[in-house]
Nanobody, 115 residues
Framework: QVQLVESGGGLVQPGGSLRLSCAAS????????MAWSRQAPGKQRELVAS???????NYADSVKGRFTISRDNAKNTVYLQMDSLKPEDTAVYYC?????????WGQGTQVTVSS
């Protein structure tokens, strides 16, 4: 089993910044991919950003240039730095990791962008 603990969500004004963190623990041999997805009310969950163990990153077009994903392999932690936030970024953000061919999900953290 793999446990994921997310933190860093909250309420922020448009144009502001937030940093999400997700720490993995448990039966971890090698985390291949760490990623963040989000789900807004009434919408499907979408992949926001991902990062491989080697550091290769991928971003959704809607967040390119504003969000930055990074990871600390020694701490099994992934981060999502979110800058220039927009109201349309409001969603529950989920951390997920690929370990041993299985995907594990965190419980989600709410991000609300509103004035």
């Amino acid at each position: 089993q793999v446990q994921l603990v997310e933190s860093g969500g909250g309420l922020v004004q448009p144009g502001g910044s937030l940093r999400l963190s997700c720490a993995a623990s448990g039966s971890i041999s090698s985390i291949v991919v760490m990623a963040w997805s989000r789900q807004a009310p009434g919408k499907q969950r979408e992949l926001v950003a991902s990062i491989t163990k080697g550091g290769s990153t991928n971003y959704a077009d809607s967040v390119k240039g504003r969000f930055t994903i990074s990871r600390d392999n020694a701490k099994n932690t992934v981060y999502l730095q979110m800058d220039s936030l927009k109201p349309e970024d409001t969603a529950v953000y989920y951390c997920h990791v690929l370990v041993g061919g299985l995907v594990y999900w965190g419980q989600g953290t709410q991000v609300t962008v509103s004035s």
